[in-house]
């Protein structure tokens, strides 16, 4: 995102100058009328010559003295002005505030002044922008690559101190057949109710990720193998249990779920995601609408009572 984005909320009227010889008082006046955080201070050939905000303004007011009302705001202006153009991205202008402890910024172009950005805001569009480039659009869950990034984190860390970590691959059986029948859109819709329902099912510490097309993948923490089957097991039926109403229709799902979890041979996440994905494979092969698992696990021993907490959305 470019500078030039966040200006085309504010209006050129928001963008205000003082003299270096206003005071204080007539300066606060300025700020309060016109509901702005900061002014620019210009010279007599309107060169920038420096910025005063309402936090320069907090130490005269709070000491109740009358006469530094009167003091002139190049008695306190920041003057290490450092401007940005309209075509800087975001982060860049954010990173070099932070790095000169910069409130505000002027935005020059063509050595006009278009505007004024405060270290708030320009904060909170980058975080928005965090969320955008790290969130599937259709489905609001995790995109690949700050899934991938999460996933090896926490395997790093439950490698590390010997905690239990499952990993599942989950696909839509049928899709195509889906997409074709009702529509992109209906499979669009299909999509979205399906990641509702997996935020809905596990708990907030477990991670939820689409990966493209109709695949997902889960990080259950802090959960072994025998756990993260229940849960996923419970999530096969309850997805079973749903329909899904579109222009009248009314559509049926199931999926596959191929999961893997932390063992001593376990190399690092993309490991254990690569082997959750063969057993997905084998799950679509013996049928589909099934959980598959490592070998290992004898699923008619899993205590469904003892287990029952995984899952829930803690």
């Known amino acids: 995102m470019k500078v030039e ?11 205000k100058g003082v003299s270096p010889d206003f005071t204080l008082r007539e300066t606060a006046q300025l700020l309060l009328e016109h509901r702005l955080g900061a002014l620019v201070v210009t010279d007599d050939h309107n060169n920038l010559i420096g910025i005063v905000s309402e936090r320069d303004l907090i130490p005269v007011v709070a000491s109740l003295d009358a006469s530094a009302c009167n003091q002139r705001v190049s008695e306190v202006m920041s003057t290490s002005v450092v401007s940005c153009s309209p075509e ?6 954010l990173r070099l ?3 000169h402890s910069f409130r505000h910024m002027p935005v020059l172009e063509d050595k006009k002044l278009v505007g004024i950005l405060s270290i708030r805001e320009l904060t909170k569009a980058y975080d928005l922008l965090q ?4 969130t599937d659009p259709l489905t609001q869950v995790s995109n690949r690559r700050p899934f991938l990034k999460t996933l090896e984190a926490n395997f790093q860390s439950a490698a590390k101190i010997g905690q239990p970590l499952s990993v599942a691959m989950l696909d839509v059986d049928h899709f195509k057949r889906i997409n074709d029948t009702y529509g992109h859109d209906a499979g669009d819709k299909v999509l979205q109710q399906l990641s509702r329902m997996l935020i809905r099912e596990f708990r907030t510490i477990d991670l939820v990720g689409r990966l493209g097309g109709e695949e997902f993948a889960l990080v259950f923490p802090e959960t072994d193998l025998s756990g993260a089957f229940i849960a996923c ?10 329909e899904i109403k579109t222009d009248g229709n009314r559509i049926c799902l199931t999926v596959s779920i191929g999961l893997s979890a932390l063992g001593a041979d376990s190399v690092d996440g993309a490991s254990l995601l690569k082997q959750a994905d ?6 679509k092969h013996k049928g589909r ?13 899993i205590s469904k009572t003892s287990m029952s907490w995984v899952g829930e959305n803690q």
């Not at 969320?131 to 790290?134: F, Q, V, Y």
């Not at 063969?278 to 799950?283: I, P, Q």
């Not at 609408?289 to 021993?301: A, F, K, R």
């Open 5 to 15: 984005t966040l200006l085309l909320s504010k209006r050129s009227a928001d963008v």
């Open 88 to 93: 800087d991205e975001v982060a860049f202008v």
């Open 97 to 99: 505030m932070n790095e």
């Open 131 to 134: 969320i955008e480039a790290n």
């Open 233 to 242: 097991e419970r999530l096969r039926k309850n997805v079973m249990q749903q």
């Open 278 to 283: 063969e057993l997905l494979y084998v799950a």
């Open 289 to 301: 609408n099934q959980v598959v698992v490592d070998g290992n696990l004898d699923i008619s021993t």
